[in-house]
């Protein structure tokens, strides 16, 4: 499925990253350790040099006002560790649309997954 232009405008350019693959496919490039190697990603994912993982199992929004979350996510822009789309508040995605951070990594033990919201492009590392 074609992303929309409108909703992937809405996230900044990357300079010098790879062209957009927009076929629909989920995108499985090469990654070493938490160093990035792409072959053929979005260039949100291709920006991303380092994965970042949470400094803590918990959301910090969640935790500011007593709720539960389901799953964790981390923001590969700034580092926060937010809950998935499953959990009530959907903070992650929240965050991703406001502040304009376009990457998540799951934060989740053993699970090693990337995914980009304006590109709905998934990659594993």
């Given at each position: 499925m074609p992303v929309s232009r409108d909703r992937h405008d809405a996230y900044?350019?990357?300079?010098g990253a790879p062209s957009v693959n927009r076929s629909g496919l989920r995108l499985r490039p090469t990654w070493r350790k938490?160093?990035?190697?792409?072959?053929?990603?979005c260039i949100h994912i291709?920006?991303?040099?380092?994965?970042?993982?949470p400094l803590r199992a918990e959301c910090?929004?969640?935790v500011k006002i007593g709720a539960q979350w389901v799953h964790l996510r981390t923001c590969q822009?700034?580092?926060?560790?937010?809950?998935?789309?499953?959990?009530?508040?959907?903070?992650?995605?929240?965050?991703?649309?406001?502040?304009?951070?376009?990457?998540?990594?799951?934060a989740q033990p053993a699970e090693r997954w990337l995914y980009c919201y304006p590109d709905e492009a998934f990659a594993e590392y």
């Open positions: 900044p350019p990357v300079p938490c160093h990035v190697v792409v072959n053929d990603a291709a920006a991303v040099s380092e994965v970042k993982h910090s929004e969640c822009e700034c580092g926060v560790t937010l809950c998935c789309d499953s959990s009530p508040n959907q903070h992650a995605s929240k965050h991703a649309r406001a502040a304009r951070h376009p990457v998540i990594a799951s």
